[in-house]
């Protein structure tokens, strides 16, 4: 009885294990941008060459995170970056799987005629999947993101107390966005620059089991957000059911 109660103790997984992510994370992205801004030619009379060089570099720690297994071996919880995550059990490896969704929007009006507009979306994917036998684990992500600007193209500086816009039109070739000048294309007498971006990345790191068979205070951290930034899904009564 006491051989048989052992060995039933020792293949439970209730256990908690070491996730080091490297921070140095190769992606792949595109990016495509529509705009309406006229671009400026310039006549080159002579190649410019700077006397200046400049040179950077950064390094970053590894980024750590927690994952706790239920007693049956069938369910898991991840903490990573502040956020928990349930997983379940799929063969040897555990998957994970989790979205970040953000909304942001600002707008400026004045009473005469200017608007400028603001607004961003980005919708995250994230797949972990961690093999506790071979102590290995691999992490996919996919982001999608789109950002807009619009800004009225022409309006009177006198009324608005405003003579030069806010819109980066040199970021497109552009001259700037001026009040009492023709800046964009199209008879709407509105400017936008719209940008999109879609990055990927496949990052493999290791695993390390720990003495801990519970990872304290996961009621204190939020689920994954889903719509709009400003609404948090701070989720202080989740229960893992293991303690």
């Given at each position: 009885?006491?051989?048989?109660?052992?060995?039933?103790?020792?293949?439970?997984?209730?256990?908690?294990?070491?996730?080091?992510?490297?921070?140095?994370?190769?992606?792949?992205?595109?990016?495509?941008?529509?705009?309406?801004?006229?671009?400026?030619?310039?006549?080159?009379?002579?190649?410019?060459?700077?006397?200046?060089?400049?040179?950077?570099?950064?390094?970053?720690?590894?980024?750590?995170?927690?994952?706790?297994?239920?007693?049956?071996?069938?369910?898991?919880?991840?903490?990573?970056?502040?956020?928990?995550?349930?997983?379940?059990?799929?063969?040897?490896?555990?998957?994970?799987?989790?979205?970040?969704?953000n909304q942001t929007k600002s707008e400026r009006r004045h009473e005469s005629s200017y608007?400028?507009?603001?607004?961003?979306?980005?919708?995250?994917?994230?797949?972990?999947?961690?093999?506790?036998?071979?102590?290995?684990?691999?992490?996919?992500?996919?982001?999608?993101?789109?950002?807009?600007?619009?800004?009225?193209?022409?309006?009177?500086s006198d009324e608005v107390g405003m003579y030069s816009g806010d819109l980066y039109a040199?970021?497109v070739g552009g001259g700037g966005n001026y009040a009492e000048d023709t800046d964009c294309?199209?008879?709407?007498?509105?400017?936008?620059?719209?940008?999109?971006?879609?990055?990927?990345?496949?990052?493999?790191?290791?695993?390390?089991?720990?003495?801990?068979?519970?990872?304290?205070?996961?009621?204190?951290?939020?689920?994954?957000?889903?719509?709009?930034?400003?609404?948090?899904?701070?989720?202080?009564?989740?229960?893992?059911?293991?303690?």
């Open positions: 009885m006491m051989i048989m109660l052992f060995a039933c103790n020792m293949f439970q997984e209730n256990t908690v294990w070491l996730v080091e992510t490297p921070s140095d994370v190769q992606e792949d992205c595109t990016s495509t941008v529509d705009h309406n801004i006229i671009v400026e030619e310039y006549e080159d009379d002579e190649e410019y060459v700077s006397e200046w060089t400049y040179e950077s570099s950064s390094e970053y720690s590894p980024q750590l995170s927690l994952f706790q297994t239920s007693i049956n071996g069938k369910e898991g919880v991840l903490f990573i970056g502040g956020v928990i995550v349930p997983g379940q059990k799929d063969g040897s490896s555990w998957v994970f799987n989790w979205n970040d969704n608007v400028y507009i603001n607004e961003s979306t980005s919708d995250s994917q994230f797949v972990m999947t961690l093999d506790t036998r071979t102590e290995t684990g691999t992490l996919t992500v996919r982001i999608s993101s789109q950002s807009s600007i619009y800004e009225t193209d022409r309006w009177s040199y970021s294309e199209g008879n709407d007498n509105m400017c936008f620059i719209n940008t999109t971006s879609e990055c990927a990345s496949n990052t493999a790191f290791k695993v390390t089991k720990t003495a801990l068979d519970s990872i304290d205070g996961f009621e204190y951290y939020r689920s994954p957000s889903n719509g709009n930034s400003s609404d948090y899904d701070y989720d202080y009564d989740y229960d893992t059911g293991w303690w």
